[in-house]
T-cell receptor, first 110, second 114 residues
Framework: KQEVTQIPAALSVPEGENLVLNCSFTDSAIYNLQWFRQDPGKGLTSLLLIQSSQREQTSGRLNASLDKSSGRSTLYIAASQPGDSATYLCAAADRNQFYFGTGTSLTVIP | DAGVIQSPRHEVTEMGQEVTLRCKPISGHDYLFWYRQTMMRGLELLIYFNNNVPIDDSGMPEDRFSAKMPNASFSTLKIQPSEPRDSAVYFC????????????FGPGTRLTVL
């Protein structure tokens, strides 16, 4: 069974810093990997989707990469802002299921 | 598009009562998912439908849980009878196709069983 891990569980950085969030998965036979943001008390908002044939996707200050061979994806956030404070989750999809990590709680300090 | 719509947003009930959660997916999406989120277990996939047909319900915790999708624009998740350990946030999500498109989540229903 696919297992998705996100380390660290929590991260605190000063405003303006560039940062990387990590997502690891155990089975490389994935169809895609998706990054989400979740604000307290809210639903999940999709940030980026990377197909298995792709290496990276970019949206504004966000860049997500995928390395299937090593079972890793990273979410790069440039010039972090207090508004980026949220929990970030990744999800790997295979032919049968979506598997979510437990998330990284990010706090950007003004 | 209004996005995925869930109702109610909050539900407080007593143990043993029946609870029905409702979801309207985004128009044109052919997959619908029900998830449960708790602090202890994170986000768990309970069941998903493709073109209104249940495909995988292996995540449904017990027979007390049931889900239906009578048409492309409506789904329900029912818990009968409810127990305190069912307290969680329940999310509905939908997507078009399995491989190439993002999942879109509803705002969730926060269920508290006393």
């Amino acid at each position: 069974k696919q297992e998705v891990t996100q380390i660290p569980a929590a991260l605190s950085v000063p405003e303006g810093e560039n940062l990387v969030l990590n997502c690891s998965f155990t089975d490389s036979a994935i169809y895609n990997l998706q990054w989400f943001r979740q604000d307290p008390g809210k639903g999940l908002t999709s940030l980026l989707l990377i197909q298995s044939s792709q290496r990276e996707q970019t949206s504004g200050r966000l860049n997500a990469s995928l390395d299937k061979s090593s079972g890793r994806s990273t979410l790069y956030i440039a010039a972090s802002q207090p508004g980026d404070s949220a929990t970030y989750l990744c999800a790997a999809a295979d032919r049968n299921q979506f598997y979510f990590g437990t998330g990284t709680s990010l706090t950007v300090i003004p | 598009d209004a996005g995925v719509i869930q109702s109610p947003r909050h539900e407080v009930t007593e143990m043993g009562q029946e609870v029905t959660l409702r979801c309207k997916p985004i128009s044109g999406h052919d997959y619908l998912f029900w998830y449960r989120q708790t602090m202890m277990r994170g986000l768990e996939l309970l069941i998903y439908f493709n073109n209104n047909v249940p495909i995988d319900d292996s995540g449904m915790p017990e027979d007390r849980f049931s889900a239906k999708m009578p048409n492309a624009s409506f789904s329900t998740l029912k818990i009968q009878p409810s127990e305190p350990r069912d307290s969680a946030v329940y999310f509905c999500a939908s997507t078009r196709g399995w491989t190439y498109n993002e999942q879109f989540f509803g705002p969730g229903t926060r269920l508290t069983v006393l």
